[in-house]
C-alpha cells in the first residue's frame, strides 16, 4: 500500500524544508522529497536546496574570509598592525566554506529525524488525485540506487525552487564559463574576472574574487545601476564600489558573441554608446537572474497553473488553482529570498493545520553583502514619489556615529522615509557596515506599524552603529541629536 501523509513537501530547500518541519511540529505527518544530491561526495541527496548548497551559505563564507584578506591588507595597518606578505590559500578557503555547507545541510538531516519528517530521495511528479489524496510518484535519477514509488497526500506543497537563467550561446560549463555553483568553487583566484549581470549575485561574488587580487568587470544590460535599490544608496553604492573599491562596473550594454578561446580563456564581445569592445577574462561568471523551476513536476497530468513567466500561480495565501496543493518559495511570484520562502512555508503549514497563516510581503528586507552592506525594507523614496505619498526623510551618515569611527568604517547611512501626516515608518534604506542586521530593528518597526517617533523615543545602547538608526528617526522630525 502507498505511504500516506498529511503534507508532502516536494523539494527540500528553505521553502520546502521549513515547511515539512512546521507541519510536522503542528501535529501532522510530514514527508519531503528532494532530488539533488548537489556536490554530497557520499552521492547522497543533500537537504537546504539552493541556498544552502549554492546559494546564502557558501557565498557568505567566501565573502567573510575575502573581506578579512582585504582588511589583513588594506585595513589593519591604520590600527597600527602590520603585516607582511599576506597570502591567501584558495584551497583553505573552499574548504571552510564546504565544511559550512556540510555542517547545515547535515543539520537539516538531524531536524528531519528530531522532528520526524520523513525525508522521501528522489524526483516529485504528480500523477494523479484518488478521492482526497494526490498521487506522487518519487523517482530516482536513471541508473540511481532509488527505484520509484507512488506515495500519497492530503496536502501537497510545491516548493521546487528556482534555477539560473542562462543566455543563448553562451554556454555554461561551470569550469570556464559559470553560474552560481562554478562561481563558489574556483580553484585559484582568476587573473581576469568578467561578470554579466550587476544584479546581487554578480556584485557579491564579483566583490569576493576583486579582493581576492582578480581585475573584475561587471556588463549590465541596465542604464540604472541597482534600480531596485532606493536611488540615495545607488548612488553611494556606485561610488564605493567604482571608485574605491575599482570594480568596473559598465551599464547600458548589449553582450554579442561570447567564445571560448584556445588556452581556457573567454572573450566576451559587447557593445556600449554605440561602439564596440571586447573584454578578454579567464573566467566568466553569468548572472541575470534566476527561472523558476517546475520541468519534469508533471502539471499538466493534474492541471497545475503556471503564470506568464512560468512561475506557479497562487493567492496571497500560496494556494494553486489546484484544491490543497500550495506552493512557496522561488517556484512564486515575489522576491526570490530564503528567508521570504521560509516564511512561506511556515505561512502554508499553518492554513492547513486551521491556524492564522500569514506573512506581510511589504515587510521583506533585502540585503546585499557586499561591503559595505547594502539592507532595506519598504518603500524607496522614488517608488513614494511616482505613488504621490507625501512623506519627510531622516539621513544620517555612519560619519557622525562613534561606533563606526572607532570601527574604522564610516562608509555610508541610514535613510528613513516616513508618512508626513501619519509619521508612521514606509522605508529604511541602509548602506554601511552591519546594514544586514541593523535593517531587522526597521523590520520589527513596521510590522508593528510604528511611527519615526516611536524609534526616536527608544533608548539605543551607546556606543553602537544602531544610534545611526535612532539619530536617522530623530532627524526625520528635524532634530537629530549628534549630526
Ligand atoms: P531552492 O532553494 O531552489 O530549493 C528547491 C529544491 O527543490 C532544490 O533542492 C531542488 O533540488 C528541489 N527540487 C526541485 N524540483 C524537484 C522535484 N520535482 N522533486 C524533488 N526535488 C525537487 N537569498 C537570501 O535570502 N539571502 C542570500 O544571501 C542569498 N544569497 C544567494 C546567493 C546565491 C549565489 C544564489 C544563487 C541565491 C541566493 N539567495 C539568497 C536566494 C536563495 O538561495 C533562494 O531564494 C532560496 O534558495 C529559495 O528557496 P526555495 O526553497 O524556494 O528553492
Ligand atoms: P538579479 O536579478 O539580482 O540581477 C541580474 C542582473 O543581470 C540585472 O541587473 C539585470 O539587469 C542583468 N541582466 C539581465 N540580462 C542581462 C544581459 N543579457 N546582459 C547583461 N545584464 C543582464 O539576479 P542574480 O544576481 O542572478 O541573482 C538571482 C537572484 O538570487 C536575485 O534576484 C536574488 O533574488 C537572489 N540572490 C539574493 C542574494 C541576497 O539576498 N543577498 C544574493 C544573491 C542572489
Known amino acids: 500500500m502507498a505511504k ?285 537572474g534566476r527561472l523558476p523551476y517546475t520541468e519534469g513536476l508533471g502539471c499538466d497530468n493534474v492541471g497545475l497553473q503556471l503564470d506568464e513567466r512560468g512561475r506557479i500561480a497562487v493567492d496571497g495565501q500560496c494556494r494553486t488553482n489546484l484544491e490543497n496543493v500550495w506552493a512557496v518559495g522561488d517556484v512564486v511570484p515575489g522576491p526570490m529570498l530564503a528567508h521570504k520562502g521560509m516564511e512561506e512555508g511556515v505561512m502554508v503549514t499553518e492554513l492547513i493545520a486551521g491556524q492564522a497563516g500569514h506573512i506581510d510581503y511589504n515587510t521583506v528586507p533585502w540585503v546585499i553583502y557586499t561591503h559595505p552592506e547594502i539592507a532595506w525594507v519598504g518603500k524607496t523614496e522614488q517608488q513614494l514619489k511616482s505613488e504621490g505619498v507625501d512623506y519627510r526623510i531622516g539621513q544620517i551618515p555612519f560619519a557622525a556615529n562613534g561606533r563606526a569611527l572607532g570601527q574604522g568604517d564610516t562608509t555610508g547611512f541610514v535613510k528613513m522615509l516616513a508618512d508626513a501626516k501619519t509619521d508612521r515608518i514606509l522605508g529604511v534604506h541602509i548602506i554601511g557596515n552591519n546594514a544586514s542586521e541593523l535593517v531587522a530593528e526597521a523590520v520589527v518597526a513596521m510590522d508593528f506599524g510604528a511611527s519615526s517617533e516611536d524609534i526616536a523615543r527608544i533608548c539605543h545602547a551607546h556606543p553602537t552603529l544602531s544610534e545611526a538608526m535612532h539619530e536617522a528617526a530623530l532627524a526625520v522630525d528635524k532634530r537629530s541629536l549628534h549630526f
Not at 223 to 247: I, S
Open 4 to 288: 500516506k501523509f498529511d503534507v508532502l513537501v516536494i523539494g527540500g530547500g528553505p521553502g520546502g524544508y521549513v515547511a515539512a518541519i512546521r507541519a510536522a511540529q503542528l501535529g501532522l505527518s510530514s514527508a519531503c522529497i528532494e532530488a539533488q544530491a548537489y556536490a554530497d561526495p557520499k552521492g547522497e541527496v543533500r537537504l537546504g536546496g539552493t541556498c544552502l548548497n549554492v546559494g546564502c551559505i557558501p557565498s557568505k563564507a567566501l565573502l567573510q574570509s575575502s573581506e578579512l584578506f582585504e582588511q589583513a591588507n588594506h585595513s589593519f595597518v591604520m590600527h597600527g598592525i602590520g603585516l607582511d606578505n599576506v597570502k591567501i590559500d584558495v584551497a583553505t578557503m573552499m574548504r571552510r566554506k564546504d565544511n559550512i555547507v556540510g555542517q547545515l545541510t547535515s543539520g537539516i538531516r538531524g531536524l528531519f529525524k528530531k522532528n520526524k519528517v520523513v525525508l522521501l530521495p528522489g524526483h516529485g511528479k504528480f500523477v494523479g488525485r484518488d478521492e482526497d489524496y494526490w498521487q506522487i510518484e518519487v523517482a530516482g535519477a536513471s541508473g540511481s540506487k532509488i527505484g520509484s514509488e507512488i506515495v500519497e497526500a492530503r496536502h501537497v506543497i510545491v516548493a521546487t525552487g528556482s534555477v539560473p537563467r542562462h543566455l543563448p550561446g553562451i554556454p555554461v560549463d561551470n569550469k570556464v564559463i559559470c553560474d552560481n555553483a562554478g562561481a563558489l568553487a574556483f580553484d585559484a583566484v582568476p587573473k581576469r574576472l568578467g561578470v554579466i549581470g550587476a544584479g546581487v549575485i554578480g556584485l557579491e561574488l564579483g566583490s569576493v574574487w576583486k579582493r581576492l587580487g582578480s581585475e573584475v568587470t561587471i556588463l549590465e544590460a541596465l542604464p540604472d545601476f541597482l534600480a531596485a535599490a532606493d536611488q540615495a544608496v545607488a548612488k553611494e553604492a556606485w561610488k564605493v564600489f567604482t571608485q574605491r573599491q575599482g570594480l568596473n562596473i559598465n551599464l547600458g550594454v548589449k553582450i554579442g558573441k561570447v567564445s571560448l578561446g584556445r588556452r581556457g580563456t573567454v572573450t566576451v564581445e559587447y557593445e556600449a554608446n554605440d561602439e564596440t569592445y571586447t573584454l578578454e577574462c579567464d573566467k566568466l561568471i553569468v548572472s541575470v
